[in-house]
Structure formats: structure tokens, C-alpha cells
């Protein structure tokens, strides 16, 4: 082995030294932030302090929401709500789960989604997720059905992307409704339909790091009345039991009419990554959608990460690695068998790709995607750089 002082790359602030060993960091202002600093939401700001409509309860802008949001969606009924996982939780209580009954989902999934299923008295349902693409496994669904299954619950996660024309048959031919959960992929399409609507019931979020954000805030699409119906006399108490406010509706119609715009800014960027990466580096594999007539949107771009090709670092070592670098790629969340104890749920199989998903998945959260080209090259040049110095990475961080 060289010594540090005699290994030119080994120098401080040589440009090609990865941060975590002392080297300048790719990005040194830090990962870009969000929300962005956008003109129009400060104009909405100024206007509702002007016309006090950010202190009432009715105004226009709820109203304007749900008609945009409804015109983006086939014409569906729209619900406003207090956030993406109430959305769900009214989703589920739509299709009257409750005790005793079964909640299929994948065991990847959101954390809220097991929560909710939990909170109405049913049991979660864990499938395993496909290796191909880590998103749930429609094969393994049908196995998972029994006559307690009141709802099937379906992510897309992390740009990766679900056949829900598969899912919709297994689920029609059994008879039980599917929510699509779409709080990852507003304006996706989907095999030629917005994602959201091939659920009975669709679920989005306006969360604070989501790609419409209003700091909290969900929303549910249906075509189904009766699901509408038996919602709106759970929530409405003489007041709107979970409501979304007037000012986050007016803050998140401007950023509704820019979604496409963005979206496609964060598609090209990911093609760009995806192309790069590549050429330059073994051992971290975008997700990639194969679906024919089908665009995923990137709230997160996932990846597949490979410990081998990275001198043994694990997933979480390589992350903080990188996030030195300036470059905001994260581990995913965990498995959901993982982290609950076993009497919570019944699983299907051994689950050994969704176990391999909770170690091994990382996630690029999507401002960096509104970035320039050249960014996308700093990215990359980023990973690389870690790449090509993990050995010593890995010698620093064992001791
Ligand atoms: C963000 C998110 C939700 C809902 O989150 P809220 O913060 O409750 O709005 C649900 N499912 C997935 C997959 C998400 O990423």
C-alpha cells in the first residue's frame, strides 16, 4: 500500500478526491433545494394577503383546483384533502374496510399505506415485488387474494412503473377495486392513461417535497359514485372533516399548469443520467420503465445498487458518500416486513426481492432532475469519482 503522502491522489482538494476523504465536493453549494423560489407562487402569496383569502374558508381557488386537476384526469371526480395519506385512508374506508377484512399491497411500499389498513382494523397483505423493476409483482397478487381481500393498493415508486392493465385484470376477474397510489408520478402516463385513473379510486399527494407541493395536501380521483358518496358522508360533519385550505389550493394551481413542462425537464434529465451512467459505471442501475405508451414522472429516480462493484460499501455508506458530493441520492424507505412485526401481517412467499430492495435501493430526489445539462454530467462524474476511489472509501470508513 502507498502512504497518503507519497499518492498524488491522495492530496487534499485534488479535484478528483471524493469529499468523504477530504476532497473539494462536487457540488459545493449542496443539493438544490424545494420548493422553488417561483415568481407565481409569490404573486399568489401577495393576492391572497390582498383579497384575505387566506384566512377564509370558502374562496375559488379549491373549486379551480379541482376542476384542473379533474380536466388532467378524463373528467374523474376529484376529492380534496388534508394529505395523501388521509387520501388513502379514505380511499380504503370508500371500499368499507374494516375489522377482520385483507388489504393486498407490495411489501415496498409507503409506510402509511400498512399504517392505514392497520388503523381501519384489517390486515396487510405483503407481496413480493418484481426483480426486474422492484415495483409490485402483478403475478403474485392473484396468489394473495381470498375472500376477506377488500382492496388492492398499488404504488408506482421512485419512477419505476406498475402494468396496471395486468393488475386490473387479476383484480376485475376477483372482483376486488385497486387504489393506485400515484403521490410519486403526478401527470405520469400509463399505458395511455394518467396515472391515478386506472385505480377504482386514485391517490395523489401535495405533500412538501412532492411534485405539486403545498407544504401538506392530498387528493383522491374516482369515477365511482358510490365510493364518492359513502367518502363525502364520512367527511363532511357539517364541516370538512380533513379539508385542503383555500391558500394551498391557490399554491398549487400555478405549479399544476408548469407539471408537463417539468416533468418532461426531468425526463430528458434522466435519460441523460441513465445513458452516462452507462458508459461510465457499473454497479448502480436506474429504474427503467419498459411499458409500451407509457411516461413515468420522477419524484424520486431509483436505482439499483450493487455493493460488489463499489469495493463492498454498502448502500448507506455509498450514500453518504455521495451526498458529500453535493448529489442528493438517498436509500429508499424500508421494506415494510422489515420494520413491523410479523403478527401484523400475512405474507406471501419469502419476499427476497423486496428484501433485497429495502438493502439495496437508492433514490435521487427529483430537483436535481430540473437541472442543466451540465449538471447531469457533474452527477455522474460525482458517482464515478466515488467509483474509482471506493477501495480507499472503504478502508476509511472500516477504521
Ligand atoms: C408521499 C407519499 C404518500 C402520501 O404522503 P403524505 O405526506 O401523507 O401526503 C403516499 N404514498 C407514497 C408512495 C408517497 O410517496
Redesign the pocket.
Known amino acids: 500500500m502507498t502512504s497518503h503522502s507519497d499518492h498524488p491522489a491522495l492530496v487534499p482538494d485534488h479535484p478528483d478526491m471524493p469529499a468523504v476523504l477530504g476532497g473539494m465536493p462536487t457540488f459545493p453549494a449542496g443539493a438544490p433545494g424545494w420548493p422553488l423560489q417561483d415568481d407565481a407562487i409569490r404573486e399568489v402569496l401577495l393576492d391572497a394577503w390582498e383579497d384575505g383569502s387566506w384566512g377564509r374558508y370558502h374562496g375559488p381557488h379549491c373549486d379551480r383546483l379541482i376542476n384542473a386537476l379533474s380536466k388532467m384526469h378524463d373528467g374523474a371526480d376529484v376529492l380534496l384533502c388534508s394529505?395523501?395519506?388521509?387520501?388513502?385512508e379514505l380511499a380504503l374506508r370508500g371500499f368499507k374496510v374494516g375489522s377482520g377484512d385483507e388489504v393486498i399491497l407490495a411489501a415496498y411500499?409507503?409506510k402509511?399505506?400498512f399504517q392505514n389498513i392497520l388503523t381501519l382494523g384489517a390486515t396487510p397483505v405483503l407481496v413480493d415485488v418484481e426483480a426486474r423493476n422492484w415495483q409490485i409483482d402483478p403475478s403474485q397478487i392473484e396468489a394473495a387474494i381470498t375472500e376477506k381481500t377488500r382492496a388492492i393498493i398499488v404504488?408506482h415508486?421512485h419512477g419505476g412503473m406498475v402494468d396496471m392493465q395486468a393488475v386490473r385484470e387479476i383484480a376485475e376477474q376477483a372482483d376486488v377495486p385497486v387504489i393506485e397510489?400515484a403521490?410519486?408520478m403526478h401527470g405520469a402516463m400509463v399505458r395511455g392513461r394518467t396515472a391515478g385513473l386506472w385505480g377504482d379510486v386514485g391517490?395523489l399527494?401535495?405533500?412538501g417535497?412532492?411534485l405539486l407541493s403545498a407544504g401538506?395536501?392530498?387528493a383522491l380521483l374516482t369515477h365511482r359514485d358510490d365510493v364518492l358518496q359513502r367518502i363525502r358522508l364520512y367527511t363532511h360533519r357539517g364541516n370538512d372533516a380533513s379539508p385542503l385550505s383555500e391558500i394551498q389550493a391557490a399554491l398549487l394551481l400555478p405549479q399544476l399548469a408548469r407539471l408537463a413542462e417539468r416533468n418532461a425537464v426531468r425526463s430528458e434529465n434522466v435519460e441523460r443520467l441513465t445513458s452516462q451512467l452507462k458508459d461510465r459505471v457499473a454497479g448502480l442501475i436506474p429504474f427503467h420503465c419498459d411499458l409500451s405508451n407509457s411516461q413515468p414522472a420522477f419524484?424520486k429516480l431509483g436505482f439499483r445498487f450493487q455493493p460488489d462493484e463499489f469495493a463492498g460499501l454498502t448502500r448507506d455508506q455509498f450514500s453518504c458518500a455521495i451526498q458529500a458530493e453535493g448529489v442528493a441520492l438517498q436509500p429508499g424507505f424500508r421494506a415494510l416486513h422489515a420494520i413491523h412485526s410479523q403478527r401484523r401481517f400475512r405474507a406471501i412467499g419469502e419476499l427476497p426481492h423486496a428484501t433485497e430492495a429495502d438493502v439495496n435501493i437508492l433514490t435521487l430526489h427529483h430537483p436535481v432532475l430540473l437541472g442543466s445539462e451540465n449538471d447531469m454530467r457533474q452527477v455522474v462524474a460525482a458517482i464515478w469519482k466515488i467509483q474509482i476511489h471506493a477501495e480507499r472509501i472503504a478502508a476509511y470508513v472500516s477504521g
Open positions: 394529505s395523501g395519506t388521509v387520501a388513502m411500499d409507503f402509511a399505506n404504488s415508486l397510489d403521490c410519486q391517490v399527494s401535495f405533500g417535497s412532492k401538506r395536501g392530498g419524484y
